[in-house]
C-alpha cells in the first residue's frame, strides 16, 4: 500500500485541498477585500476601482484558478494594500526562518542523540535521572521564555550578544553569526528536550532486544552494542519525530521571530493579519503549508528507505 | 510551538520494569495541576487585588508587603493577575481538548471499524488537518474571524483533532482483533453498539492520556497567540501578553517577565508529568502497536 509514488500522490492531493481550504477560508472574512485592506474610509469610488484592478468582481472559481496558476509559476499575488507582488518577500522572509530553523533542529538532533543515549545506558545512576528530569522540565518551557531568559542571561546580564535585531548574512557575516545565536539557541533548548526524551525512550526499547544481547556475546561493550547497533533502529521513531517537530518549529518560530525582532516569514504572517493584508495571508499559509506536508512526505518515504519493512 | 502527539512507547519488559520512579509523575502531576485548577477557582470569587484595575501611583513596584510579587506598567497587582490568568488558560485547554476529543475519537473509530472508502476518507481529512500545524490554524482564524480567546480555542481543537483520530483508529484496529469483539460480533451485535459498549471502554485510557497531551500543547498555544497579540484581547488576563507587555522592562524588573513564564511552565510540567503517570499506570503502550 505505502508505495513511494502513492504517497506522493496522496500528498499532492492533500495540498491541493489544503490551498482550497485555504482560499475559501480568507473569503470569509466579513465584509468586502477591498474594503478590508483600504479601511472604512475609503471612498466607493476606490474600492470599485481596486476590485477592478484585482479582479476581485470576478467569479470566485476563476479568482482561485488565477491565484494557483500564479502559485505555480511563482507569483503569490500583488498585495491589495502595499500594491506590491509578494513573491519576493515572502522568499526573502522565509530563507530568514530557515537560517534560524534548519541550525535549531540540527543542534538539537544533535545534542538529543548523544544525551537520550547516555540517559538510556545511565538509566539507574544519578546523571541519567538528572537528564530526564532536566529534559522533562525544559520540556514546559515555552519557547519565548527561553528567548527572554536567555537575552536577560546572555546579552543584558553578561552583555556577550546583541539582544534582537537581525543583520543580512553578506552585509556583515560576523554580526550575522552573533544576532543568530541566541534565537538558534532559544529554539534548540526546547526542541532538544522534547527529541532527548525520544531517543532515550527509543534507546530503551532497543537495549532490550535479542540483537543487543547477541552483539554483547561476541564481545561488544553494551556502548558499543548500542551505538553500532542500537542506533539504527531508534533512528526510525526518533526521525519521525524530528520531522513533525521541524514543522512545528517552522510556526513556532513566529514567536522567537518576535521576541529577538528577526524579519523572519512569521513576523511577516503576524504583520500581515495585524494590517488585514488578507493577499500576504493567504501565500505565507500556503508557503508554510507546502513546507510541512512536504516534510511529512520525507519522513514517510524515509520511513520505506530505513526500514523495509512498511514497504508490505 | 507545537509538541509531539504521542511518544514511541517501551514495549520491551525490560524497559517498562526500570522506569519505577513513574508514579512519582502521576502524583506529582496530579498535585501540579490541581494546584491550577484550584487557582483559577479561588481567583474566580477572590484576588488579593482586582487583576484590572490599574493604579499609576503603584507602577512597576518590586515585591512589597501590600503586592507580594510587585506591580505591573499600570500599576495593577501581579499575584492577581496571574491567578486571574489561570482562567484562560484553563478554558482553552478544556475546550480545546474537548472539540479534538468529540470529533478526533468517533472518526478514529469509525476508520478503523468500518475500513474501505470511509477509513480513506477520514485519513485524507487527517492528512488535511495535518497541513495545518494548530498555531498556524490559530493565527489564520485570528485574521479571518478577528483575533480572540473563541477563535484561538476552535483553531487549537480543530489543530488537534488528527492526534485523537490517530489514537482511536489504532487502538481501535488492535481491540478489533481480540476474541471479545469476534465473540460480540457472532451474538449479532450491531457494529454501533460494540463500538459503545466494547471498543469505547478499552481505549479509555488511551484517549484519556491523549487529552493530556492536547491540554499542555493548548496552554503552550493560548500563550504563544496572546504573546503574539492574536489571543486573550486586553485587559482580560492572560500569562502569553503579561510576559509580552512586561518584556519591555526585563532590565529594569527582570521577575516580572519570569512570574507568567514560570505559571505557564508549572501548568505545562504538571499536565506532562500527569500524562507520563496516567500512561504508565494505565499501561497505555504505544497505539501503533
Known sequence: MRTPLLLVARTLVTLCAASVLIFVLLRLVPGDPAQVALGVDATPELVQ????????????????LEWMGGLLTGHFGTSFVSGQEMSAVVLDRTAVTLWLALPSIALALLIATVLGTWAALRRRSVDGLVITVGSQMLMAVPGFLAGVLLVLGLSLGLGWLPPSGWVVPADDPAAFLAHLVLP???LTAVQAAILTRYVREAMLEVIGQDYIVEARSKGLTRGQALVRHGLRNAAVPVLTVTGVQLSALLVGAVVIESVFDVPGVGSLLVEAVAGRDMVSVQGIVMVLVLITVVLNLCVDLLHTVIDPRTRA | MRRPQARPAAAAPEARRVRR??????WLGMALSALVVLTALVSLVWTPFDPVAADSSQRLLGTTGEHWLGTDKLGRDVLSI????????????FVAVGIALLIGTPLGIMA????????ELILRFSDLLLAFPALLLAIVFAAVFGAGTVSAMIAIGLGSVPGFARVARAATLRIMQQDYIAAARITGLNSWVIGV???????????????????SLAVLAEAALSYLGLGTPAPDPSWGRMLHESQQFLSL??????????????TVLGLNLLGDGLRDRLGAGDPRG
Open chain 1, 49 to 64: 476601482a481596486t476590485r477592478e484592478r484585482f479582479g476581485l468582481d470576478r467569479p470566485l472559481v476563476v479568482q482561485y
Open chain 1, 184 to 186: 538558534v539557541l532559544a
Open chain 2, 197 to 215: 459498549k466494547h471498543v469505547l471502554p478499552n481505549l479509555a485510557g488511551l484517549v484519556l492520556v491523549q487529552c493530556t497531551v492536547t491540554f
Open chain 2, 82 to 93: 496571574l491567578m486571574a490568568g489561570s482562567q484562560v488558560a484553563l478554558l482553552v485547554g
Open chain 2, 21 to 26: 520512579p513513574r508514579s512519582l509523575s502521576l
Open chain 2, 253 to 266: 524588573q527582570p521577575l516580572l517577565t519570569l512570574w507568567p513564564g514560570l505559571a505557564i511552565a508549572i
Open chain 2, 112 to 119: 478503523a471499524m468500518r475500513r474501505g472508502w470511509v477509513e
